[in-house]
């Protein structure tokens, strides 16, 4: 592809591809001061490769708008996370901005196709007045300025967000708890499911709707990848491509 994002958008019969950025960690634990890669997941074979460095140190999350790919990275903890857009056919990233003087870290974004808004999952800095434990927040793709929702998430829900165009649901995938639908509106969550499975996806990270497909994917501890049935949570392991601590996936072209 050739631009940010790949241009063009999701039109035209492009090829769904399923992106995703790791920074190579092996254990169980991402680590904010590596760079990470941006990848492709072969959703036949489940193999990665690699199409280059992001040049960018902790990467939480990506996600496709608009024909672009975007990324958000973690805080300092005194400081704010930023948003950037990825070149898709090099890994290259583009500063956006930064998500707001509150705002250490997106854990998860989805974009939403039916209303065009990004939403994310915020952990905001505990060292300011305006502290929470989480907040379902929107993000401004212009500015990469976050605006919060509701506070309605806490600390245990932390994890990835994805959305499903088929259905219009906005599903939250929490590390501790499993999985839940959001209302993207008001930010209120359903009883969180519980992962299962014969292969259960621990520490999730971050998950994507196929737009065709429909089936959701997620990824978990040590770099695998997992299929999840959205309406038992019940996990079924797809690969194990091999590329480290996944932070961040996303379907587009």
């Known amino acids: 592809g050739g631009g940010e994002g790949g241009g063009g958008g999701g039109g035209g ?3 769904v591809i399923l992106y995703a950025t790791s920074n190579g960690i092996t254990g169980s634990e991402s680590n904010a001061s590596t760079m990470a890669d941006l990848y492709t997941i072969d959703l036949g074979t489940g193999d990665a490769t690699i199409v280059g460095s992001t040049g960018l140190m902790g990467v939480s999350d990506i996600e496709y708008a608009n024909g672009i790919l975007y990324a ?13 857009r990825l070149n898709t056919g090099t890994g290259a990233n583009t500063l956006v901005g930064s ?3 509150t705002c250490d870290t997106i854990c998860g ?3 939403d196709t039916s ?6 999952y915020g952990v905001f800095n505990s060292g300011t007045t305006t502290s929470c434990p989480g907040d379902h927040v929107t993000i401004n793709l212009t500015t ?5 929702i509701n506070s309605n998430f806490s600390n245990s829900d932390s994890g990835g967000l994805a959305y ?6 906005l599903y939250i995938l929490s590390q501790a708890n499993g999985l839940a639908t959001v209302n993207p509106a008001t930010g209120a969550k359903t009883t969180f499911t519980a992962f299962s499975g014969g292969t259960i996806m621990t520490r999730s990270t971050t998950g994507s709707v196929h737009p065709t497909t429909n089936v959701l994917y997620g990824a978990g501890e040590f770099s ?3 299929t999840i049935d959205t309406e038992t949570a019940e996990t079924t392991l797809f690969s194990a491509p091999g590329i480290g601590f996944i932070d961040g996936l996303a379907f587009g072209n």
């Open 13 to 15: 019969g492009s090829p």
């Open 72 to 84: 958000v990275t973690s805080g300092t903890g005194t400081g704010s996370g930023e948003l950037y």
């Open 99 to 101: 998500l707001g003087s």
């Open 109 to 111: 974004m989805a974009f």
């Open 115 to 120: 209303n065009g808004t990004m939403y994310g």
């Open 144 to 148: 990469g300025a976050v605006t919060p």
């Open 164 to 169: 499903s165009t088929t259905d219009n649901i």
């Open 224 to 226: 695998n990848l997992y």
